[in-house]
């Protein structure tokens, strides 16, 4: 939300609506609440998915003991599950490297290889959980 906020004042500025001399800091407080943000993110996604990895012994343990294809289902579930959430890790990584690249520019984030590798991850970790399935 920090992101978002601060992300218009930050365009405000640069077309000179705000005083240009803001842009510099609402970029750092912008991509500073956003690299933030995908810190809880990637952290939050960890943790559902250790609980999942839990909730699958659980229901192998429960199928060893009685036979039917209704854990086969859940098992099914909940591993795509952890490629969606590991997915969502895959671009909040990258984005954050982006973003941690905006905040202090250093040799590792900015280099264009780093940056592109970021930007093609980021898209296709979207694109692989936003296309539709058939």
């Keep these: 939300m920090v992101y978002f906020f601060f992300d218009h004042f930050l365009w405000l500025s640069r077309i000179r609506v705000l005083d240009a001399n803001l ?7 912008s991509a500073f609440g956003e690299s933030f943000g995908y810190v809880f993110f990637i952290v939050s996604d960890f943790i559902v ?8 012994k659980k229901v192998l343990a429960m199928e060893a003991e ?3 294809t ?3 289902e859940n098992v ?3 591993r795509a599950d952890r490629v969606m959430r590991l997915m969502a890790v895959a671009a909040n990584v990258a984005d954050l490297i982006i973003a941690v690249a905006d905040i202090e520019p250093n040799p590792f984030c ?19 959980r936003n296309w539709p399935s058939s």
Aim: charged share 25%.
């Design 23 to 29: 842009a510099r800091r609402m970029s750092f407080i």
């Design 49 to 56: 998915m250790y609980e999942g990895l839990r909730a699958e």
């Design 66 to 68: 009685e036979k039917g």
């Design 70 to 72: 209704k854990a086969e």
């Design 76 to 78: 099914k579930r909940i």
């Design 110 to 128: 900015n280099h264009a290889v780093v940056l592109g590798i970021s930007g093609l991850v980021s898209a296709w970790a979207g694109w692989y």
